[in-house]
C-alpha cells in the first residue's frame, strides 16, 4: 500500500512557477514508478510526466516538455513537479500517481492516487 498526498498548488500569474510536491507513505514507495496527472473542469484526466523508480528516466507530455520538470527522492519519499511558464491552459487539478510501469499515460496503469491539489494560472 502506498498513500500519496499532494501539496503545493495555489494561484499564479501567466509566466509564473510553482512546485508540486507528493509525500508518500509505506515502505514499498521506491518500487513504484510515479507519474502526475492533471483534470480540468469538464475534461478528461490527462497525463503530465513520469518518473522511473530510480529516477533515472522521465517523460512527459508534449504540452509541458520544456517547461516542467519531474523528480524524486526516494530516501524522503517525495515527487514534485517543477511547473514554469505557466499559462492559462495549465489550469488544472493535479494528481499524483504511482503505477509498476513506466511512461504510461492512461490513469488506468496508475494503481494508488493523490487526492489532488488545484494550479489555477490568472493571464
Known amino acids: 500500500q502506498v498513500q500519496l498526498v499532494e501539496s503545493g498548488g495555489g494561484l499564479v500569474q501567466a509566466g509564473g512557477s510553482l512546485r508540486l510536491s507528493c509525500a508518500a507513505s509505506?515502505?514499498?514507495?521506491?518500487?513504484?514508478?510515479m507519474g502526475w496527472f492533471r483534470q480540468a473542469p469538464g475534461k478528461e484526466r490527462e497525463f503530465v510526466a513520469s518518473?522511473?523508480?530510480?529516477?533515472?528516466?522521465?517523460y512527459y507530455a508534449d504540452s509541458v516538455k520544456g517547461r516542467f520538470t519531474i523528480s524524486r527522492d526516494n530516501a524522503k519519499k517525495t515527487v514534485h513537479l517543477q511547473m514554469k511558464s505557466l499559462k492559462p491552459e495549465d489550469t488544472a487539478v493535479y494528481y499524483c500517481?504511482?503505477?509498476?510501469?513506466?511512461?504510461?499515460?492512461?490513469?488506468?496503469?496508475?494503481?494508488?492516487w493523490g487526492q489532488g491539489t488545484q494550479v489555477t494560472v490568472s493571464s
Open positions: 500517481a504511482a503505477s509498476s510501469l513506466f511512461g504510461r499515460e492512461s490513469p488506468y496503469d496508475y494503481v494508488y
Open positions: 509505506g515502505r514499498t514507495f521506491s518500487s513504484y514508478d
Open positions: 518518473i522511473s523508480w530510480s529516477g533515472g528516466s522521465t
